[in-house]
């Protein structure tokens, strides 16, 4: 147990560096127990949070905390998002130059960063670290890469074992969103920390609405989809490369961007399409599963499966790349009888055929469950739930049942009269009479059956077979061009009287969707419109700044930060710092700009807009003979906005002593920075240059004083 003292300084550090008041499930827990020097095992889905769990003990521990991360994409953007928090933090690989590299060590030697990033395979080259003068902490992210039990299994992962010899009483904390138990035994032991406090979260992903629709007319159904989504990032998975390209057009055709992504593009084609998608640049990536693996954004809010995944895993993997940040996100698949009849195709054959063909069958029932959908998908992963989930389509349209029983004897009889060896789509055109060729020259047309459904269509009798074959009262004959047969329970319905509840087809339009916005009387302020306008003015300059500072936007400020600052609109610096998500960092670097922007937006619905007027406002105040803290308290602004005032002021001709509040000296050592940088937009280069003692305020009004000469 950590003392008082100790625990204010975790609850302290959490909300300066990270923006947080407080702690998720598990989290603390396990902080506490890292700074105890107990090694753990964390178990907690994507998005859970694990970050912290690590990043947070770092801190208070007097030297480096290792990271290993497999991949260097990943690394990257922790580090970023480290750094914007504020966080001495680097990683170290195989791409950087010898002098990067020997910098870096210099670093871990000096106590200069928190946390270092490693891929395992670069582990060797830091021997001369490997020692507990220097590393108080090890984390291994992405844990289950260790096992070959796990799904994702990573030959280079396995020297990890030797660490533990060499720092054998540092804490080691391993972390991953998947292991079922094998795997969890499988990475104690291998990182030889089998005595590892275990830390294991439900894997549950609420914040995922799940929905199935038939794959009819997929395209329009996703464009309609997406354009009740506006300025939504989301993926679209696909199966074949062909597809990803073919859709991606499609939806262009249709008004709306997409790109697409698959292995056969080249490297660098690839890695544009991945880091415009993080940026924020590009909203929609049509893509094959290959898309994903490395991308840490948390605000995809919806994830759509043109066609069926293989099985329940990948399903689950890629629709967990939506809604890390915790808000709502959509996971919409599309349900084809056509691709299950492919993906079956594609296992024929393979060493491990049967596993391969169970699982696809697991995926299969899946879609067309008539029961709660999550309690199948935390089935699957031995996680039971007890209560249905109430955020899928099946708990929000529950369906209906009603007695099918002659409905199943037709599907039947005619089954029976094709001799078991038609596929579906021939047992339902003879069941509505098709005068089709290939009918016609089989005969089909005097058969007793034809004809005998002509008054249900064709996509509701698709939907009573599909029944039928999960109730297993007839079945799909794979190896026999897909026809299909009967099964032992066939008779009873034939010639026993045996009842069959089946259910009722819901249309498409019928569904509810899912987060259709609640009806809101109209006043005459459209109170509705205006919040959303702000969302869209607070992400343009998020995304701004994101371009300016080189990092992904969600890293400037993740979507639920920028939720919360629509709802609060705070309008002053301990305003904006009760905001989750706003560290004492970010309140600096961003805080001006973003309340800058409320108030231009508030002042704009009062119909005082423009921006001169405030500036103006200042001036006269100053003129009056005001100090910047007592404008800064009149006005009710940050005295951060208060300088930029001052800087635009006087960047605009206006009488300002400039030299009271910037010296000479440092204007010139800003000139100085401002060549070596090569003029960047951004303020941070400068603030980073003089290694952050020079503040904003000043390096904005220096460059006020360089542009106007
Ligand atoms: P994981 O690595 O488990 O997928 P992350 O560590 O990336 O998840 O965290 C997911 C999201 O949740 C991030 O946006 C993170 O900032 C946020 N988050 C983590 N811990 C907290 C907390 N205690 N309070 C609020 N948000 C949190
Ligand atoms: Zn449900």
């Known amino acids: 147990m950590l003392n008082t003292t100790a625990k204010a300084q975790l609850f302290s550090n959490l909300k300066t560096y990270f923006g947080y008041d407080s702690f998720r499930k598990n989290q603390e827990l396990i902080v506490e127990a890292v700074l105890s020097k107990k090694d753990c095992l964390v178990i907690m889905p994507t998005g859970g949070g694990k970050s912290i769990c690590f990043q947070l003990p770092a801190l208070s521990l007097p030297g480096v905390t290792l990271v290993i991360s497999p991949l260097i994409a990943l690394m990257k953007d922790q580090v970023d998002g480290l750094n914007a928090n504020g966080i001495p933090a680097s990683y170290f690989n195989s791409s950087q130059t010898g002098e990067m590299q020997t910098h870096i060590i210099e670093q871990v030697l000096s106590a200069k960063i928190k946390l270092l990033y490693v891929a395992p395979e670069s582990l060797a080259a830091l021997q001369n670290i490997l020692n507990e003068t220097y590393i108080s902490c090890v984390a291994i992210d992405e844990a289950h890469c260790i096992s070959s039990w796990g799904h994702d299994f990573r030959p280079s992962y396995q020297q990890l074992g030797f660490l533990k010899k060499t720092l054998p009483n540092t804490p080691f904390i391993a972390l991953t969103a998947t292991a079922d138990k094998a795997t969890r035994e499988d990475i104690v032991k291998q990182l030889r920390i089998t005595h590892a406090k275990q830390f294991i979260s439900s894997f549950d992903r609420k914040n995922i609405a799940l929905e199935v629709r038939p794959a009819n007319?997929?395209?329009?159904?996703?464009?309609?989809?997406?354009?009740?989504?506006?300025?939504?990032?989301?993926?679209?998975?696909?199966?074949?490369?062909?597809?990803?390209?073919?859709?991606?057009?499609?939806?262009?055709?249709?008004?709306?961007?997409?790109?697409?992504?698959?292995?056969?593009?080249?490297?660098?084609?690839?890695?544009?399409?991945?880091?415009?998608?993080?940026?924020?640049?590009?909203?929609?990536?049509?893509?094959?599963?290959?898309?994903?693996?490395?991308?840490?954004?948390?605000?995809?809010?919806?994830?759509?499966?043109?066609?069926?995944?293989?099985?329940?895993?990948?399903?689950?993997?890629?629709?967990?790349?939506?809604?890390?940040?915790?808000?709502?996100?959509?996971?919409?698949?599309?349900?084809?009888?056509?691709?299950?009849?492919?993906?079956?195709?594609?296992?024929?054959?393979?060493?491990?055929?049967?596993?391969?063909?169970?699982?696809?069958?697991?995926?299969?029932?899946?879609?067309?469950?008539?029961?709660?959908?999550?309690?199948?998908?935390?089935?699957?992963?031995?996680?039971?739930?007890?209560?249905?989930?109430?955020?899928?389509?099946?708990?929000?349209?529950?369906?209906?049942?009603?007695?099918?029983?002659?409905?199943?004897?037709?599907?039947?009889?005619?089954?029976?009269?094709?001799?078991?060896?038609?596929?579906?789509?021939?047992?339902?055109?003879?069941?509505?009479?098709?005068?089709?060729?290939?009918?016609?020259?089989?005969?089909?047309?005097?058969?007793?059956?034809?004809?005998?459904?002509?008054?249900?269509?064709?996509?509701?009798?698709?939907?009573?077979?599909?029944?039928?074959?999960?109730?297993?009262?007839?079945?799909?004959?794979?190896?026999?061009?897909?026809?299909?047969?009967?099964?032992?329970?066939?008779?009873?319905?034939?010639?026993?009287?045996?009842?069959?509840?089946?259910?009722?087809?819901?249309?498409?339009?019928?569904?509810?969707?899912?987060?259709?916005?609640?009806?809101?009387?109209?006043?005459?302020?459209?109170?509705?419109?205006?919040?959303?306008?702000?969302?869209?003015?607070?992400?343009?300059?998020?995304?701004?700044?994101?371009?300016?500072?080189?990092?992904?936007?969600?890293?400037?400020?993740?979507?639920?930060?920028?939720?919360?600052?629509?709802?609060?609109?705070?309008?002053?610096?301990?305003?904006?710092?009760?905001?989750?998500?706003?560290?004492?960092?970010?309140?600096e670097v961003y805080g001006d700009e973003f309340i800058a922007e409320i108030s231009s937006f508030m002042n704009s619905k009062v119909k005082k807009p423009k921006k001169v007027d405030t500036w103006m406002e200042t001036y006269n105040l100053y003129r009056a003979g005001l100090s910047i803290e007592e404008i800064s308290i009149k006005r009710k602004l940050t005295l951060t906005t208060i300088y930029s005032h001052i800087a635009k002021l006087y960047g605009s001709g206006k009488a300002i002593n400039i030299f009271d509040f910037v010296s000479p000296s440092e204007v010139e050592a800003v000139k100085k920075a401002k060549q070596v940088l090569d003029a960047p937009k951004a303020l941070k280069p400068y603030f980073t240059y003089f290694n952050e003692e020079l503040d904003y305020f000043k390096i904005r009004l220096a460059l006020s004083v360089i542009e106007k000469k």
Not at 309 to 326: A, F, H, S, T
Not at 350 to 376: D, H, P, Y
């Open 217 to 587: 007319d997929r395209i329009s159904q996703i464009v309609k989809f997406i354009k009740q989504k506006p300025n939504q990032s989301g993926i679209i998975y696909c199966l074949s490369r062909k597809n990803t390209e073919q859709l991606s057009k499609k939806l262009n055709t249709n008004g709306i961007s997409a790109e697409a992504y698959h292995a056969g593009l080249n490297f660098d084609a690839r890695s544009k399409v991945q880091e415009d998608f993080v940026f924020d640049k590009t909203q929609i990536v049509c893509a094959t599963v290959a898309f994903g693996m490395g991308i840490d954004k948390s605000n995809v809010r919806w994830v759509i499966h043109y066609n069926m995944p293989k099985n329940i895993e990948g399903y689950y993997q890629e629709i967990g790349r939506g809604g890390r940040d915790g808000l709502k996100s959509h996971a919409l698949l599309f349900h084809s009888y056509a691709d299950v009849i492919q993906l079956r195709n594609f296992a024929s054959g393979a060493s491990n055929e049967e596993v391969q063909v169970a699982k696809l069958e697991r995926m299969k029932q899946f879609s067309e469950s008539v029961t709660c959908r999550r309690k199948i998908l935390l089935g699957y992963f031995g996680e039971l739930l007890a209560d249905n989930c109430g955020n899928c389509d099946v708990c929000k349209n529950p369906p209906q049942f009603f007695d099918g029983t002659i409905i199943a004897q037709k599907i039947l009889s005619a089954i029976y009269r094709l001799e078991q060896t038609e596929s579906m789509g021939m047992v339902i055109d003879v069941l509505r009479g098709s005068q089709n060729a290939n009918v016609l020259s089989k005969g089909y047309h005097q058969l007793r059956t034809f004809g005998i459904g002509k008054d249900i269509s064709w996509k509701d009798w698709q939907h009573f077979v599909v029944q039928l074959i999960n109730q297993g009262f007839c079945e799909i004959a794979f190896h026999k061009h897909n026809a299909l047969q009967l099964t032992a329970f066939s008779n009873n319905v034939l010639f026993k009287q045996a009842k069959v509840a089946l259910t009722k087809p819901i249309a498409v339009k019928d569904i509810k969707v899912a987060d259709k916005k609640p009806k809101v009387k109209r006043t005459k302020s459209k109170p509705k419109a205006i919040a959303s306008n702000l969302f869209e003015r607070l992400r343009a300059l998020r995304y701004k700044i994101a371009l300016e500072e080189n990092i992904p936007a969600y890293l400037v400020f993740s979507d639920a930060t920028l939720k919360e600052i629509e709802r609060e609109r705070p309008l002053s610096d301990s305003d904006f710092l009760k905001i989750s998500g706003v560290g004492q960092r970010k309140l």
